[in-house]
């Protein structure tokens, strides 16, 4: 294979392969009907960051347009996966038990337009800057760092559920196989094209959090969390006690 196929088979894979990853996270939640262990964070930081990754293209226009095809597909991916989590969501949500400690409830909304229009008011305020400041090389730089600064902390969420439950139940292994592989690859990738420095260096911090999620699933495992256990008793004596009277 010569390597101007090999060149296209790995912008191919960057554009495809990281969306693909959450497929099987998705099946794995709807075949279940309980998005318990997967942090909706995660698409929180997903969606914000490859909506500033866009803006990023469009003022650098330097970098690989496999990735710009791959921020869209992940935008299309997160948005369908976060809606079945928001259907399928725990029992033990902020919003099940009726609050949030976070200011606005900021991602713990009750319903789906809510998310979608967050998301609208970004991409606004996002393309007025643009319009504004679109020509300044420090403010594109700073779109850069700040988009690929965001996406490098994805799997921070996801550490701290898993630290909180002491277990990854419910988080797939296909798709921390997915975060570690593709990172990896990614990594390589970015030093292969000489891609801009903001890729580099938040790709390298993001593996390392991978790494630490590796070392959380070998000393905690999958077991079901203690309060999802707690809870199930609490409504099997529930049903003992109806049943009694």
């Known amino acids: 294979m010569s390597p101007s196929w090999l060149s296209t088979a790995a912008s191919i894979g960057m554009a495809v392969g990281p969306p693909l990853v959450y497929a099987d996270q998705a099946i794995s939640i709807v075949r279940k009907k309980d998005a318990t262990g997967f942090s909706r964070d995660v698409c929180a930081i997903l969606l914000i960051a490859n909506i500033t990754r866009c803006f990023f293209w469009l003022g650098y226009r330097t970098f690989e347009t496999a990735l710009l095809v791959q921020s869209i597909l992940m935008i299309a991916a997160q948005l369908a996966l976060l809606y079945i989590c928001i259907l399928y969501r725990p029992r033990l949500s902020p919003e099940a038990l009726g609050g949030s400690s976070r200011p606005l409830s900021f991602w713990q909304w009750s319903s789906y337009s809510q998310y979608i229009e967050f998301l609208a008011g970004l991409i606004l305020c996002q393309a007025i800057l643009f319009l504004i400041f679109g020509r300044s090389e420090v403010f594109v730089g700073a779109l850069g760092f700040i988009a690929l600064g965001l996406e490098s902390t994805l799997p ?83 049903a003992l006690a109806l049943a009694e009277e």
Not at 163 to 179: A, D, H, V
């Open 156 to 238: 921070i969420p996801q550490l701290i559920s898993n630290y909180r439950q002491r277990s990854l139940y419910g988080f797939r292994m296909s798709t921390l196989i997915g975060w570690a592989g593709g990172d990896s690859f990614k990594t390589v990738y970015f030093f292969l094209q000489h891609s801009p420095l903001q890729f580099k260096v938040c790709a390298i911090f993001q593996l390392s959090i991978d790494c630490a999620i590796v070392v959380q699933r070998i000393m905690y495992g999958t077991k079901p969390p203690l309060s999802a256990v707690l809870n199930e008793e609490d409504e099997l004596e529930q």
